[in-house]
């Protein structure tokens, strides 16, 4: 039960916090807003015209009713005092059911009242009609206020004009008419205030209703991107969203998809490294223990031992530069191998490896001379394009070996559209590329088979080949990380010449 409820409240929790809920409660209360506002705008601006009409109206009133009380004062002002015709009363011509009106002579007495009023309410009036003209213009003025219900009708609020009026006789004495019309504008407004409600609260379910089906049909490719992550391990990288639209996360899942396309190209490749790399260590490791145990299966002549031990040590030789050419390919895939820039000259590296391998090239019977080496101050890494050079030039003498075999190393500046440009070339009369394995050449592990039957190690060791085939592809990462490239160019058997090319920074 307990585990049951738990459940419920993970799943309500989940939704609470779902994009998708979360969109439309905040669609929702923007939209609230938006018609809050509005309701407030259509009811004040309704409230005002309802109050402008009835100060239009209040005023025209007034207008009839102070022109006959002017009439009236001069008519009836008899021996100083005012005798107002008796025909004045409620319902009349003149003042209607539900208004009221009072005339204050200049001493502030009320000279006649009709209408809802009380004496009290009229003073109020009065008053409040005095401290608003203080400045000594004498203006009408408008007054709401709820007067208490008598006998003569109920409760209610009125809005009262109060104009001056001059009562003949003595210095033209001020007295005031003060006119009132019920004013209940809530009582109107009521019905829109019901509709503005009925109608935003309508809009607003709607919104809520029809937000969190939108919301929920957009998420829809999310969710299924999840779903298809949630797939994806490590061993099956073969899934793909193919998701078709093509909206914003059409687009996203596009980029899954290319993505998954890298990660398992990435993965793909490393997991032929890895088998590679222990294929290649396999055979001389095999070798190394066969020599070995037949060397020790019975005693043996002393020569037979060299033999051995000589086998041993070029496969184990064999084997360290593998594991260096490995560990250098490792470290340059994971990042590890920084460049330690420096100056220097490119043509002094050069000769300097040059230099280093003229005795092995003198062993192998490969004549290695040098062209032109102009000075090519750059900036880079001198081991990096050191190992660079010599793994080009170790290629050159290790498959052309042999008689009438020459290296030639060469280099110089060029210009191209994008600035200075420094060059290596490795040039030599060797076998030969064939054309179709030209586009391999500097992937890992590639080696070029007929190039290898042919050049085969004559080392102790026996039928091997030379090289591990990582040579080039180390080339090939120094070359890219000074912002350079190779290039290649073999005729069979006429010769190979290797170029790198290095942009030279101003
Ligand atoms: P390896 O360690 O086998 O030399 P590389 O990556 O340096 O590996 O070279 C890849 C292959 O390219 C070699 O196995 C060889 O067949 C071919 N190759 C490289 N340089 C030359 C060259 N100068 N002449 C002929 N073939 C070459």
Known sequence: MRKRLRGIANFISQRLNSVRFRLTVWAVILLGLVLVAFSAFVYTTQLRTLRTNSILQLDSRMHQISSFYRLALLNYYVNGTIQLPSGITQNNFLIQENETLALIDSQGQEVQKLGNISDAEVKSLVQSFVSNNTNGHVNDIYFQMAIKGTSKGPAQTYLFVMT??????SDNAQGLLLFGMPFDPHGELNTLLLTLIIASSTILLGTMLGGYWLAGRVMRPVHIITRAAQQISETDLNQRLNLQTKDELGELANTFDRMLDRLQAAFDRQRQFTADASHELRTPLTIVNLEASRALERRRSSEDYVQSLSIIKSENEYMTSLVN??????????GQSQLRSEDLDLSDVTLDVVERLATIA??????????????ISMIGDRQFLGQMITNLVENAIKYSEGANKKVFVETGIHTNGKGQVGWVKVEDNGPGIPDEALPHLFDRFFRVDEVRSQNQSSDEGGDRPNGSGLGLSIVQWIAK???????????IGKGTTFTVSLPIPN
């Open 481 to 491: 990380a000074h912002g350079g490239e190779v290039s290649v160019s073999s005729e």
């Open 362 to 375: 003198h062993d192998k019977g490969v004549q290695l001379y040098t062209g032109e080496l102009p000075e």
């Open 164 to 169: 001056p009026i001059g009562f003949p006789g």
């Open 325 to 334: 050419d490995l560990l250098t390919l490792a470290r340059m895939d994971a």
